[in-house]
Every structure is written in C-alpha cells, then in structure tokens.
Nanobody
Framework: VQLQASGGGLVQAGGSLRLSCSDARRTSSNNGMGWFRQAPGKEREIVATIAWNGGSTIYADSVKGRFTISRDRSKNTVYLQMDSLKPEDTGVYYC?????????????????WGQGTLVTVSS
C-alpha cells in the first residue's frame, strides 16, 4: 500500500473541496479506509471511515451531513467530499488504510498512512 492524498487548498467558509487518496501499489482494495485530520496543536482525529466494499461508513459528529466518504475500488481511490466547510475544518487531512476490511474509528487500526494534504477554511 502506498497512499497519496491530494485535493487540499484554501477555501472560504461555506465552500467545498474534494479530497482524493490513491494507492499507487493498488493493493488496498480489500482494506477499510479512513480520513483523519489534525489541526495545529491538536491530536489527529477521525473524520470518516469506509469499509472495503463501501457498504458501511462512519462519520465524526462534527462532519455528519456535510462530508461524504466514498471509494472506487477499480481505481484504488478513496474520496472525501467536503461541503459547507467551516473554519474549524482547517487542518492537515490524512488518508489511511486499515489492517482489516471493515470501518474503524480507532487510529490504532490503521497501518498505512498517506502524506497529508492541507485544508484551510477562511472565515
């Protein structure tokens, strides 16, 4: 597994961004996947997670109804559609592949990590 996150940038509050996470080695199609974020001075936290087949998803309460996680297994890519962005969504966003195939909100469940992409939401 070799993850590459992209799609971050600067956006005004209320705007949208779509993050992508591709697996260059194309070996994560049977892994659960997650998006995490880390704001300056804060711990890394779960944003959303999706099972290997896309059949199950879990969201952090802070993003429910605004963010959507999805995956295209044929492209070995996971997406995070972020709408109605708020300044508190600012941070570095990381994608990660879990050791197992199901969803997980626990950071310890994830074995492979991408390099992160910066999202900045201005007020």
């Amino acid at each position: 597994v070799q993850l590459q996150a992209s799609g971050g940038g600067l956006v005004q509050a209320g705007g949208s961004l779509r993050l992508s996470c591709s697996d260059a080695r194309r070996t994560s199609s049977n892994n659960g996947m997650g998006w995490f974020r880390q704001a300056p001075g804060k711990e890394r936290e779960i944003v959303a997670t999706i099972a290997w087949n896309g059949g199950s998803t879990i969201y952090a309460d802070s993003v429910k109804g605004r963010f959507t996680i999805s995956r295209d297994r044929s492209k070995n890519t996971v997406y995070l559609q972020m709408d109605s962005l708020k300044p508190e969504d600012t941070g570095v966003y990381y994608c990660a592949a879990a050791r197992g195939s199901s969803t997980s909100t626990r950071i310890e469940s994830y074995r492979y990590w991408g390099q992160g992409t910066l999202v900045t939401v201005s007020s």
